[in-house]
Protein backbone atom coordinates (compact mmCIF):
# COMPACT_ATOMS: atom_id res chain seq x y z
CA UNK A 1 0.00 0.00 0.00
CA UNK A 2 1.09 3.66 -0.41
CA UNK A 3 0.22 6.42 2.20
CA UNK A 4 -2.45 8.94 1.46
CA UNK A 5 -1.69 11.98 0.34
CA UNK A 6 -0.20 14.47 2.54
CA UNK A 7 1.65 18.46 2.63
CA UNK A 8 5.01 18.39 4.17
CA UNK A 9 6.39 21.50 5.80
CA UNK A 10 9.77 21.49 7.20
CA UNK A 11 10.43 23.34 10.72
CA UNK A 12 13.64 25.24 10.64
CA UNK A 13 13.45 25.51 14.77
CA UNK A 14 11.32 24.60 17.93
CA UNK A 15 9.53 27.37 17.29
CA UNK A 16 8.44 26.74 14.29
CA UNK A 17 7.50 23.13 14.31
CA UNK A 18 5.31 24.15 17.51
CA UNK A 19 3.72 27.13 15.66
CA UNK A 20 2.64 24.56 12.64
CA UNK A 21 1.15 21.71 14.56
CA UNK A 22 -0.50 24.53 16.56
CA UNK A 23 -1.74 25.80 12.94
CA UNK A 24 -2.44 22.25 11.40
CA UNK A 25 -3.71 21.16 14.08
CA UNK A 26 -5.27 17.15 14.82
CA UNK A 27 -4.73 17.30 10.95
CA UNK A 28 -0.75 16.97 11.02
CA UNK A 29 1.78 14.83 12.79
CA UNK A 30 5.09 15.75 13.65
CA UNK A 31 7.82 13.45 11.77
CA UNK A 32 11.60 12.53 13.09
CA UNK A 33 13.61 9.65 11.89
CA UNK A 34 9.98 8.23 10.16
CA UNK A 35 10.68 4.65 10.85
CA UNK A 36 7.77 4.00 12.90
CA UNK A 37 5.23 6.56 11.41
CA UNK A 38 6.00 6.32 7.77
CA UNK A 39 4.97 2.16 8.22
CA UNK A 40 1.74 3.41 9.72
CA UNK A 41 1.52 5.68 6.41
CA UNK A 42 1.99 3.59 4.12
CA UNK A 43 -0.47 0.55 5.86
CA UNK A 44 -2.99 3.90 5.90
CA UNK A 45 -3.36 3.13 9.76
CA UNK A 46 -2.55 7.17 9.92
CA UNK A 47 -3.63 9.68 7.29
CA UNK A 48 -2.42 12.89 8.33
CA UNK A 49 -3.27 15.46 6.15
CA UNK A 50 0.37 17.47 7.43
CA UNK A 51 3.70 16.26 7.99
CA UNK A 52 6.11 18.36 10.49
CA UNK A 53 9.69 17.75 9.89
CA UNK A 54 11.72 18.29 12.86
CA UNK A 55 14.38 15.75 11.99
CA UNK A 56 16.65 18.88 11.15
CA UNK A 57 16.30 20.36 14.11
CA UNK A 58 20.06 19.86 15.00
CA UNK A 59 19.35 22.14 18.26
CA UNK A 60 17.57 19.30 19.28
CA UNK A 61 20.14 16.24 18.77
CA UNK A 62 23.45 15.43 20.72
CA UNK A 63 24.31 14.90 23.96
CA UNK A 64 26.25 16.91 26.46
CA UNK A 65 26.44 16.91 30.13
CA UNK A 66 25.01 19.11 32.29
CA UNK A 67 25.93 19.19 36.35
CA UNK A 68 25.25 15.51 37.55
CA UNK A 69 23.09 14.99 34.38
CA UNK A 70 23.68 13.37 31.17
CA UNK A 71 21.15 15.27 28.63
CA UNK A 72 20.39 13.45 24.94
CA UNK A 73 18.47 15.46 22.57
CA UNK A 74 15.05 13.85 21.07
CA UNK A 75 16.45 13.68 17.83
CA UNK A 76 19.69 11.87 18.58
CA UNK A 77 19.62 8.72 16.25
CA UNK A 78 19.90 5.56 17.93
CA UNK A 79 23.03 4.83 16.02
CA UNK A 80 24.76 7.96 17.20
CA UNK A 81 24.10 6.80 20.78
CA UNK A 82 26.52 3.61 20.42
CA UNK A 83 29.43 5.92 19.28
CA UNK A 84 29.33 8.25 21.71
CA UNK A 85 31.55 8.76 24.69
CA UNK A 86 29.71 10.23 26.86
CA UNK A 87 26.54 7.74 26.80
CA UNK A 88 29.34 4.62 27.48
CA UNK A 89 30.66 6.52 30.52
CA UNK A 90 27.68 8.27 31.85
CA UNK A 91 25.29 5.96 30.76
CA UNK A 92 26.07 2.09 29.74
CA UNK A 93 22.69 0.84 29.97
CA UNK A 94 21.61 2.56 26.70
CA UNK A 95 24.89 1.06 25.03
CA UNK A 96 23.87 -2.49 26.26
CA UNK A 97 20.24 -2.16 24.75
CA UNK A 98 21.00 -0.55 21.32
CA UNK A 99 21.89 -4.17 20.05
CA UNK A 100 18.27 -4.83 20.42
CA UNK A 101 16.79 -1.92 19.17
CA UNK A 102 15.64 -3.02 15.42
CA UNK A 103 18.18 -3.30 12.89
CA UNK A 104 20.75 -1.45 11.66
CA UNK A 105 18.85 0.53 8.82
CA UNK A 106 16.00 1.45 11.49
CA UNK A 107 18.90 2.22 14.24
CA UNK A 108 20.67 4.89 11.10
CA UNK A 109 17.60 6.75 10.84
CA UNK A 110 15.65 6.50 13.72
CA UNK A 111 15.30 8.81 16.94
CA UNK A 112 15.50 8.46 20.39
CA UNK A 113 12.70 11.08 21.02
CA UNK A 114 10.84 9.20 18.27
CA UNK A 115 10.81 6.28 20.17
CA UNK A 116 9.87 7.65 23.96
CA UNK A 117 7.36 9.50 22.20
CA UNK A 118 5.71 6.48 20.34
CA UNK A 119 5.71 4.15 22.99
CA UNK A 120 5.63 1.43 21.72
CA UNK A 121 5.32 -0.93 25.32
CA UNK A 122 8.31 -3.26 24.24
CA UNK A 123 10.43 -1.02 23.16
CA UNK A 124 13.56 -0.37 25.16
CA UNK A 125 14.78 2.81 25.22
CA UNK A 126 11.26 3.72 27.46
CA UNK A 127 12.52 0.99 29.95
CA UNK A 128 15.70 1.96 29.80
CA UNK A 129 14.99 5.32 30.55
CA UNK A 130 12.71 3.89 33.42
CA UNK A 131 15.46 2.32 34.96
CA UNK A 132 17.89 5.17 34.80
CA UNK A 133 15.27 7.69 36.24
CA UNK A 134 14.86 10.03 33.44
CA UNK A 135 13.33 13.21 33.22
CA UNK A 136 11.78 14.53 29.93
CA UNK A 137 11.77 18.08 28.61
CA UNK A 138 8.92 18.92 26.74
CA UNK A 139 7.52 22.21 24.48
CA UNK A 140 4.23 22.81 24.17
CA UNK A 141 1.42 25.23 22.77
CA UNK A 142 -0.42 25.02 26.52
CA UNK A 143 2.70 24.68 28.37
CA UNK A 144 4.93 28.09 29.45
CA UNK A 145 8.20 27.44 29.12
CA UNK A 146 9.52 23.93 28.96
CA UNK A 147 7.43 20.97 31.47
CA UNK A 148 9.66 18.13 32.63
CA UNK A 149 8.32 14.62 33.05
CA UNK A 150 9.44 11.75 35.15
CA UNK A 151 9.43 8.36 33.27
CA UNK A 152 7.75 7.31 36.07
CA UNK A 153 4.91 9.32 35.38
CA UNK A 154 5.61 10.07 31.14
CA UNK A 155 4.48 6.25 29.87
CA UNK A 156 1.03 6.53 30.61
CA UNK A 157 -0.21 2.94 28.30
CA UNK A 158 -0.83 1.55 25.31
CA UNK A 159 1.13 3.82 23.03
CA UNK A 160 0.27 6.89 25.53
CA UNK A 161 2.64 9.51 27.17
CA UNK A 162 1.94 12.39 29.04
CA UNK A 163 2.90 14.39 25.70
CA UNK A 164 -0.29 16.49 24.77
CA UNK A 165 -1.48 16.04 21.30
CA UNK A 166 0.69 19.35 20.21
CA UNK A 167 3.29 18.75 22.50
CA UNK A 168 6.89 18.26 21.14
CA UNK A 169 9.81 16.13 23.55
CA UNK A 170 12.79 18.17 23.21
CA UNK A 171 15.41 16.14 25.88
CA UNK A 172 16.05 13.93 28.13
CA UNK A 173 17.85 13.91 31.16
CA UNK A 174 19.32 10.93 32.84
CA UNK A 175 21.35 11.47 36.65
CA UNK A 176 25.36 10.40 35.68
CA UNK A 177 25.74 7.03 36.72
CA UNK A 178 28.30 6.57 39.83
CA UNK A 179 31.65 5.26 39.73
CA UNK A 180 31.01 1.82 40.04
CA UNK A 181 27.38 1.15 38.75
CA UNK A 182 26.37 -2.01 36.89
CA UNK A 183 24.15 -1.92 34.12
CA UNK A 184 22.81 -4.66 31.93
CA UNK A 185 19.67 -4.70 29.15
CA UNK A 186 18.65 -8.52 27.99
CA UNK A 187 15.46 -9.40 26.09
CA UNK A 188 13.77 -12.25 24.31
CA UNK A 189 12.77 -11.66 20.88
CA UNK A 190 11.49 -14.20 17.89
CA UNK A 191 14.27 -13.39 15.71
CA UNK A 192 16.93 -10.34 16.22
CA UNK A 193 15.70 -6.82 15.65
CA UNK A 194 11.81 -7.44 16.55
CA UNK A 195 10.48 -6.07 19.26
CA UNK A 196 11.16 -8.06 22.26
CA UNK A 197 8.59 -10.69 23.80
CA UNK A 198 10.13 -9.76 26.92
CA UNK A 199 12.99 -7.57 28.25
CA UNK A 200 14.69 -6.58 31.00
CA UNK A 201 16.99 -2.94 31.61
CA UNK A 202 18.55 -2.97 34.96
CA UNK A 203 20.88 -1.06 37.00
CA UNK A 204 23.09 -1.27 40.29
CA UNK A 205 25.38 0.93 42.30
CA UNK A 206 27.51 -2.02 42.33
CA UNK A 207 28.31 -5.95 41.54
CA UNK A 208 26.68 -6.48 45.02
CA UNK A 209 23.45 -5.43 43.23
CA UNK A 210 22.63 -3.10 45.84
CA UNK A 211 20.08 -0.50 45.12
CA UNK A 212 18.76 -2.41 41.85
CA UNK A 213 16.64 -0.72 39.67
CA UNK A 214 14.75 -3.13 37.43
CA UNK A 215 12.52 -2.33 34.65
CA UNK A 216 10.77 -5.22 32.52
CA UNK A 217 9.14 -4.70 29.17
CA UNK A 218 7.25 -6.38 26.69
CA UNK A 219 4.77 -7.72 29.72
CA UNK A 220 2.18 -4.97 30.36
CA UNK A 221 0.44 -2.09 28.05
CA UNK A 222 4.27 0.09 29.55
CA UNK A 223 7.33 -0.62 31.18
CA UNK A 224 7.06 -1.48 34.79
CA UNK A 225 9.61 -1.91 37.96
CA UNK A 226 8.38 -3.56 41.10
CA UNK A 227 9.78 -2.12 43.99
CA UNK A 228 8.79 -5.37 46.15
CA UNK A 229 10.84 -7.19 43.36
CA UNK A 230 14.02 -4.86 43.65
CA UNK A 231 14.35 -5.10 47.71
CA UNK A 232 13.99 -8.47 47.48
CA UNK A 233 16.82 -8.67 45.22
CA UNK A 234 18.70 -6.46 47.25
CA UNK A 235 17.90 -7.98 50.95
CA UNK A 236 17.13 -11.60 49.94
CA UNK A 237 18.72 -12.80 46.62
CA UNK A 238 17.69 -13.48 43.34
CA UNK A 239 15.08 -16.76 44.48
CA UNK A 240 13.17 -14.16 46.69
CA UNK A 241 13.14 -11.76 43.69
CA UNK A 242 11.84 -14.32 40.97
CA UNK A 243 9.42 -15.27 43.47
CA UNK A 244 7.97 -11.88 44.64
CA UNK A 245 8.24 -11.31 40.41
CA UNK A 246 5.99 -14.18 39.70
CA UNK A 247 3.68 -12.61 42.69
CA UNK A 248 3.66 -9.02 41.55
CA UNK A 249 3.71 -9.21 37.32
CA UNK A 250 0.28 -10.29 35.50
CA UNK A 251 1.16 -9.53 32.23
CA UNK A 252 -0.72 -8.97 29.33
CA UNK A 253 -0.21 -11.77 26.49
CA UNK A 254 0.38 -11.38 22.90
CA UNK A 255 -0.54 -13.02 19.70
CA UNK A 256 2.00 -15.76 20.15
CA UNK A 257 2.32 -15.87 24.07
CA UNK A 258 0.48 -16.70 27.02
CA UNK A 259 0.58 -14.40 30.12
CA UNK A 260 2.18 -17.65 31.69
CA UNK A 261 4.77 -18.20 29.42
CA UNK A 262 5.69 -14.22 29.73
CA UNK A 263 5.51 -14.43 33.60
CA UNK A 264 8.40 -17.52 33.27
CA UNK A 265 9.91 -15.64 30.55
CA UNK A 266 10.33 -12.36 33.06
CA UNK A 267 11.79 -14.55 35.68
CA UNK A 268 14.03 -16.11 33.39
CA UNK A 269 15.19 -12.56 32.37
CA UNK A 270 16.00 -11.60 35.73
CA UNK A 271 17.95 -14.60 36.84
CA UNK A 272 20.25 -13.57 33.63
CA UNK A 273 20.54 -10.09 34.84
CA UNK A 274 21.24 -10.36 38.30
CA UNK A 275 24.26 -12.75 37.02
CA UNK A 276 25.01 -10.07 34.64
CA UNK A 277 25.56 -7.54 37.19
CA UNK A 278 27.21 -9.29 39.60
CA UNK A 279 29.79 -10.04 36.81
CA UNK A 280 29.78 -7.09 35.02
CA UNK A 281 33.46 -5.69 34.82
P1 LIG B 1 8.88 8.65 13.85
O1 LIG B 1 8.54 7.38 13.15
O2 LIG B 1 9.26 9.80 13.00
O3 LIG B 1 7.68 9.10 14.80
C1 LIG B 1 7.03 8.18 15.66
C2 LIG B 1 5.94 8.92 16.44
O4 LIG B 1 6.52 9.79 17.40
C3 LIG B 1 5.07 9.83 15.57
O5 LIG B 1 3.77 9.83 16.10
C4 LIG B 1 5.70 11.21 15.72
O6 LIG B 1 4.75 12.24 15.52
C5 LIG B 1 6.17 11.15 17.17
N1 LIG B 1 7.38 11.92 17.45
C6 LIG B 1 8.63 11.68 16.95
N2 LIG B 1 9.51 12.51 17.52
C7 LIG B 1 8.82 13.29 18.40
C8 LIG B 1 9.20 14.33 19.31
N3 LIG B 1 10.47 14.75 19.45
N4 LIG B 1 8.22 14.92 20.05
C9 LIG B 1 6.93 14.51 19.94
N5 LIG B 1 6.52 13.52 19.11
C10 LIG B 1 7.46 12.92 18.34
N6 LIG B 1 11.98 0.19 18.12
C11 LIG B 1 12.43 -0.34 19.25
O7 LIG B 1 12.47 0.37 20.26
N7 LIG B 1 12.81 -1.65 19.33
C12 LIG B 1 12.77 -2.49 18.26
O8 LIG B 1 13.16 -3.66 18.35
C13 LIG B 1 12.28 -1.96 17.03
N8 LIG B 1 12.19 -2.73 15.92
C14 LIG B 1 11.73 -2.17 14.78
C15 LIG B 1 11.65 -2.99 13.65
C16 LIG B 1 11.18 -2.46 12.46
C17 LIG B 1 11.10 -3.37 11.25
C18 LIG B 1 10.80 -1.08 12.38
C19 LIG B 1 10.30 -0.49 11.08
C20 LIG B 1 10.89 -0.27 13.49
C21 LIG B 1 11.34 -0.80 14.71
N9 LIG B 1 11.43 -0.02 15.84
C22 LIG B 1 11.90 -0.58 17.00
C23 LIG B 1 11.00 1.39 15.84
C24 LIG B 1 12.17 2.34 15.66
O9 LIG B 1 13.02 2.29 16.79
C25 LIG B 1 11.72 3.80 15.49
O10 LIG B 1 12.81 4.50 15.01
C26 LIG B 1 11.23 4.55 16.70
O11 LIG B 1 10.27 3.84 17.42
C27 LIG B 1 10.57 5.88 16.31
O12 LIG B 1 11.54 6.82 16.09
P2 LIG B 1 11.47 7.76 14.83
O13 LIG B 1 12.45 8.84 15.05
O14 LIG B 1 11.63 6.92 13.61
O15 LIG B 1 9.98 8.37 14.96
Redesign the pocket.
Known sequence: MKAAGFRFLRARCVAEALALKAEHGEEA???????????ALNLRLLEPRVLID?AGLRQ?AGTRLEGDRLVIG??TR?AALGADPLVASHAPLLLHALP????AA??N???F???L??A?P????PACCLALDATMVVAGPRIEGERRVAAAEFFRGLYATA?GPD????RVEIPRQPAGARSVALEL?RRH????IVGVAATASSGAVADPRIAFFGVADRPLRFAPVERALAEQGIGAAVAELARRLDPAADLYHSAATKRHLAGVLLRRADDRLRAAA
Open positions: RFIAGGQSLVPILALHHVAHIRRGTGGSALDAAEWLDLLLAGDFA
